[in-house]
């Protein structure tokens, strides 16, 4: 497709298990975004990757986030040892790279519930 | 800290009327300034974006205004309508970097 693309839609998982999950991003975008919103909240960052530079992990929660990006294209989020507070839609977005191409584009989310 | 700061929380406003959302950023190096708007269940999306070389921007019934010298910036949503409630972001961004840096948001209702 040639929007950013989610998976899974919905998720919902047990206190303790660890989740996965995934961003395609569009095809060529070199900066990719991952957000949390939680119900009718603001959007949270969380990490920034940018090209081949060093990710920008200032935003992740607690040293159970961690987020990869192979070969420059789709991204992965795990979540270690779920708590109920990560409960929230994880919304990705991708971006060409800087000057005039800014512009986010964001995939429908995730929604993640623990419990 | 937040270096986009966005107010207010929320708004209602009747129908016809004018919706106003104000924003205010302390990087000087900022130089992109978009604002997103998000439906519920949906992503945010870009609505109308601003560089500094420029006062205002309209398009359609949205205008983006821009002072500089304040380093603020506001969303002006003409008409409002009740297809336009949604949760309005401000952002900023450098070209240097391209991280955008998103405000709080704010909620709209239009009240038919």
Known sequence: GAGVSQSP???????????????DPISGHTALYWYRQSLGQGLEFLIYF????????SGLPSDRFSAERTGGSVST???QRTQQEDSAVYLCASSSTGGQGTEAFFGQGTRLTVV | QQQVKQSPQSLIVQKGGISIIN???????????????QFPGKGPALLIAIRPDVSEKKEGRFTISF??????????IMDSQP?????????????SWGKLQFGAGTQVVVTP
């Open chain 1, 9 to 23: 839609s919905n998720k919902v998982t047990e206190k303790g298990k660890d989740v996965e999950l995934r961003c």
């Open chain 1, 50 to 57: 940018q090209g081949n530079s060093a990710p920008d992990k």
């Open chain 1, 77 to 79: 989020l795990t979540i």
């Open chain 2, 23 to 37: 924003c205010a950023y302390e990087n000087t190096a900022f130089d992109y300034f978009p604002w997103y708007q």
């Open chain 2, 67 to 76: 002072n500089k010298s304040a380093k603020q910036f506001s969303l002006h």
């Open chain 2, 83 to 95: 297809g336009d409630s949604a949760t309005y972001f401000c952002a900023a961004a450098s070209d």
